[in-house]
């Protein structure tokens, strides 16, 4: 760990939780990873004291992502040439038949903005046009994209079904931040390394043009308009990378994001769920 950013991560996250604790928020954690070499930078597991659960180790409890997942999904169907970046997908109410009956996606304001491209569709986090993404590319096919980023789902592809694409599995922040490190580099992963001086070895698990261009639209601040507004936290002062994600319930949340050096994720909720 670099102590000066592990203190000033531990001080941040504890600073913003204690903003948060009149909306029934107690723990967080915070991974920050570097990017060339994979080491971890900052580790914050725990919010403390603020916490009930303080002996849990937040980066290594199983979450549900959320959002998080899109930036995989889309960069899966670019890579096999079904979108684009800027092709036109449907965000209106869907109606998908399942072998357990109709599915029925549902946007995070309830509300639908017809005919949007890709890149404001990832960019806005709208969740029917990921779910009709997904029925191009299969549950199966994206559960495979997924494992091959590091992200160790404990079921399949068929059991998660369409909902995969709006993060209904279960993941580490350590494995998710690592996945989005990948997008950094061109698509390439190599395991985290947890000592100075390792060379990573990289294995190409996402096109890299794929990556790029995902890389793109999660830096484009106008994309993220129609959900987050022109004034969004999001925008940051440097080129960064940036996809928020909540689960059902809002048990969790979570942001992750990337900049030319290093990948930074971040989840809060409770650790009784």
């Known amino acids: 760990l670099r102590a000066p ?36 930078l900052a580790w914050v597991g725990s919010s403390g ?14 979450r549900q992502p959320g959002s998080t997942l899109k930036p995989f999904l889309y960069g899966q169907a670019i890579a096999e040439r079904r979108l684009t970046a800027a092709s036109l997908v449907e965000d209106s109410p869907a109606q998908i038949t399942t ?11 309830r509300q639908f903005k017809g005919w949007v491209s890709v890149r404001q569709a990832l960019g ?19 559960f495979a994209q997924l494992r091959r980023l590091g992200l160790a789902l404990r079921e399949s592809g068929g059991y998660y079904g369409y909902s995969l694409a709006l993060g209904s599995g279960e993941v580490r922040l350590l494995e998710l931040t690592n996945a989005y490190r990948a997008l950094a580099n061109g698509g390439r992963l190599s395991p985290v390394a947890y000592a100075p001086g ?15 261009i995902v ?8 994309a993220r308009v129609p959900s987050f507004g022109t004034d969004s936290v999001l925008n940051t002062r440097f080129w960064s990378a940036v996809k928020t994600g909540t689960s059902k319930d809002m048990r969790d949340n979570w942001a992750m994001g990337w900049s ?3 990948t930074v994720g971040v989840w809060v909720g409770n650790a009784g769920g």
């Open 5 to 40: 950013l592990q203190r000033f991560a531990t001080q941040t996250l504890q600073q913003h939780l204690r903003e948060l604790r009149g909306r029934n928020v107690e723990d967080g954690a915070v991974l920050v990873l570097d990017n060339a070499t994979g080491q971890v």
């Open 49 to 62: 004291q603020l916490s009930q659960a303080s002996e849990v180790d937040a980066v290594l409890a199983l």
């Open 99 to 109: 072998a357990s009956g109709l599915y029925i996606p549902q946007n995070y304001d």
């Open 124 to 142: 806005s986090s709208l969740n029917v046009p990921a779910v009709r993404s997904l029925v191009m590319v299969s549950p199966d096919a994206f």
């Open 198 to 212: 390792a060379r990573p070895v990289l294995t190409q698990a996402l096109d890299a043009g794929a990556a790029f």
């Open 215 to 222: 890389g793109d639209m999660l830096a484009d601040s106008n």
């Open 260 to 262: 030319a050096r290093y």
